[in-house]
């Protein structure tokens, strides 16, 4: 098959025009969802701790050693599981009514491409700049896709929407 011919077990590829409804107001709405996986995540972290707290008197102090790495396991956890999940979407992206979808396909994202987006986003967020330049790319494209969207290529769009 020719560069210049389609698959045909792929889905045509979408217009500019249905991209930019599916991706409507997709930037606000990101942002509240994040508000609303940080209380999910918080109520995780303290149900997690309280039962390494439990193991680590049952294993003499042992399991303390898991509190070094109960946050990020706990979000990667969680965004590989919601994002890469039959939803496709967090807790928080479900209740503003966004899908996380593959760019091509329009198809599912597994588990471990969830979890390096959201790794790429929590490095993103950890310096000032690169949030910066993240945000700024997803207000200056027309699909509203962050930085860390376009590195594991895919697309938030509004789950009401035809994709």
């Known amino acids: ?10 889905p ?6 249905e991209i930019r409804i599916a991706t409507d107001g997709v930037l606000s709405r990101r942002l509240f969802a994040f508000c609303l996986d940080m209380i999910v995540i918080g109520a995780l972290v303290i149900l997690f ?8 008197v049952l294993t003499l102090g042992l399991a303390w050693l898991l509190f070094a ?15 890469g ?12 009514g966004l899908r996380v979808a593959r760019v091509q396909s329009s198809g599912r994202v597994d588990g471990i491409t969830a979890a390096v987006h959201a790794l790429l986003f ?5 310096t000032f700049f690169l949030w910066l330049l993240d945000v700024v790319v997803g207000v ?5 896709r962050m930085g860390h969207d ?3 290529d895919i697309i938030v769009t509004r789950a009401d929407a035809t994709t």
Not at 12 to 17: F, G
Not at 85 to 96: C, D, F, K, L, V
Not at 122 to 126: I, L, Y
Request: charge should be positive; aromatic fraction near 4%; avoid cysteine.
């Open 1 to 10: 098959m020719s560069t210049t011919e389609r698959n045909p077990d792929l």
């Open 12 to 17: 045509a590829p979408r217009p500019s025009y």
């Open 49 to 56: 701790s309280l039962a390494i707290l439990v193991l680590g």
């Open 69 to 83: 790495i109960l946050v990020p396991a706990v979000g990667l956890l969680y965004s590989a599981m919601t994002v």
């Open 85 to 96: 999940g039959p939803n496709q979407a967090t807790i928080g992206m479900r209740m503003m």
């Open 122 to 126: 929590w490095v993103a967020t950890s």
């Open 140 to 144: 200056a494209r027309d699909d509203r």
């Open 150 to 152: 376009l590195l594991v």
